[in-house]
């Protein structure tokens, strides 16, 4: 079994190929082959699910081991998708899907189904839908072998794709910059406790294409932990940009201590604002830079991202969330210069719910990394209620997979950076101890406040301090800064707050932030 942080770094080394395109074999029908023709619908699904919630839950069996531990992760570069053998891809859907192979670090199959009209029928596993590179392993596959996922095509004959499932209850899109990033998840079953977080599987899909000139493509699945059992419908649309509307119905095995609903897992090594912690050439590395909050009583917050010395859960309350997500805000290029895997244009994923989530919190986890391949954030909707065996939970919610949030404020201005340095004043003696933080804001009303009105910073901090602060705006532009220094003793965590004011006037988002203590080297 991985551990954690192997079965993430797989997932971002595998998955990283849905980025790049697929070697052309000409056009023509499928040739896939199907088993018998069965009824489906959603609400057998979920009664399916609920039945399965009330049985003893059945470890999967790896079937054909010796084989697929042959599959390395060079032996699965090899392995090609024919396109033509694609779901579709005879022109007949919009979105032809392709279908990843099994390997040694996705050994246990996920059914696949082909739905139209209330008909599934099962995708069978033929090795001849794949080519193997220089090596020989298509003759060692039984028929039986089965498929680790799918992919969504761009459309017909296209050799790039925009969406993919793979592995656990993971899922991610290249959103729309055209770029994989984050990812996310069915559910979260106990992140950071200090029992093993437990990773629900889709156990089968059922897919359901558009015609050829549809936006939309609907996915069913069957999820199955040893604490929970689900029926998911996820309709994937594809337009200007890639949105995912999800409805999520979990059912309960047994008591859960964390149930994290509409999970996002990414990646956060260093920034502008952790940069004593560069140890690569690159100026950042980051999938995203902040979590970004609008609660049910409309306050915009944004909270940057940490790179922590151990695992830091913060928990922010909130009643019936308007939305929140993991932003990338950094889009220049020349703050990453990495022309390989293009950290600007990795995607920003906005939640919102549908409907009243009630009471509850957004959970942000934190975990160490000393290099980019290692996801080491997540976030979710925790529920204040507890979780009991035997519940039904129902959850709806569209994903945003964007370049920046969907709904931005303008009567709010946003968080463009957050900086720290040593305390004191250019040129004369630095004091000890001290901590200088510099925030910048752009838009919304700052576009409107000349340079000598008295904008204030309002500043708050659980431990320390505060001294030396002020804000003024950014020569030549409309943007407004805000400075302050903190002077605190220990290592403990200090919790920030800021925002700026004009009189009793509101101007920008909240400013959160945790200060981990630290020394320059």
């Known amino acids: ?73 060079d032996a699965f570069q090899d392995i090609v998708f024919k396109r033509e053998r694609g779901l579709g891809e005879d022109g007949s859907v919009n979105f032809p899907a392709q279908f990843f192979h099994l390997g040694r670090y996705f050994k246990v199959p996920v059914k696949l189904h082909a739905l139209d009209d209330g008909r599934s029928r099962e995708i069978l596993y033929r090795s001849e839908y794949y080519t193997f590179g220089g090596t020989s392993l298509g003759k060692i596959f039984p028929d039986d072998l089965g498929f680790s996922g799918f992919r969504l095509q761009d459309g017909p004959g296209a050799t790039t794709d925009w969406m993919a499932f793979l592995g656990a209850s993971y899922f991610r899109s290249s959103g729309e910059l055209n770029q994989y990033g984050l990812s996310a998840r069915g559910v979260a079953i106990d992140p950071a406790l200090p029992t093993p977080e437990e990773f629900p599987r889709f156990t089968e899909f059922w897919l359901e294409p558009g015609n050829p000139d549809s936006k939309e493509f609907v996915v ?29 119905n979990l059912y309960p095995r047994q008591d859960i201590k964390r149930l994290g609903i509409a999970p996002l897992t990414s990646m956060f090594w260093y920034a502008e604002n952790n940069r004593h912690q560069i140890r690569d050439w690159r100026p950042e590395i980051h999938d995203n830079d902040g979590l970004t909050m609008w609660t049910g009583a409309g306050e915009r917050i944004w909270r940057p991202l940490n790179n922590p010395s151990s695992v830091m859960t913060n928990s922010f309350a909130d009643t019936n969330p308007k939305g929140f997500g993991l932003l990338q805000r950094d889009r220049a290029f020349y703050h990453y210069e990495d022309d390989g895997v293009f950290y600007d244009r990795r995607p920003s994923v906005w939640i919102e719910p549908a409907g009243e989530w009630g009471e509850g919190a957004i959970q942000l986890i934190e975990i160490p990394t000393d290099d980019e391949i290692h996801d080491n954030i997540v976030t979710y909707w925790l529920p204040k209620e507890a979780v009991k065996a035997g519940s039904e939970w129902h959850y709806a919610y569209r994903l945003h997979w964007v370049a920046t949030e969907p709904y931005p404020s303008d009567t709010v201005a946003r968080v463009i950076h957050t900086r720290l340095g040593n305390a004191g004043v250019p040129g004369q003696p630095r004091p000890k101890g001290g901590r200088k933080f510099v925030i910048d804001f752009e838009g919304g009303p700052l576009n409107e406040i000349a340079k000598l009105d008295k904008v204030k910073p309002v500043i708050s901090t659980s431990k320390g301090r505060i001294d030396n602060e002020y804000a003024l705006q950014v020569v030549g532009t409309k943007n407004w800064r805000a400075a302050f220094d903190l002077y605190v003793e220990g290592k403990e965590p200090v919790n920030l707050r800021l925002f700026l004011k004009l009189g009793d006037r509101t101007l920008t988002e909240t400013w959160l932030y945790q200060y981990l203590p630290f020394t320059y080297d």
Do not use: W
Request: neutral net charge.
């Open 1 to 73: 079994m991985l551990n954690r942080r192997q079965f993430l770094f797989v997932m971002g080394a595998l998955g990283a190929l849905t980025a790049i395109p697929q070697a052309r074999s000409g056009a023509g029908t499928s040739g896939i082959q199907f088993g018998t023709a069965k009824p489906f619908s959603f609400d057998e699904l979920k009664q399916r699910a609920k039945a399965m919630a009330t049985l003893p839950y059945e470890e999967p069996v790896v079937r054909h081991d010796a084989v697929l531990e042959s599959i390395d992760y």
């Open 220 to 248: 069913y699945a069957l999820l199955d932990g040893p604490s929970v059992t689900g029926a998911f419908r996820m309709v994937c649309i594809k337009n200007q940009q890639i949105l995912m509307d999800i409805d999520a």
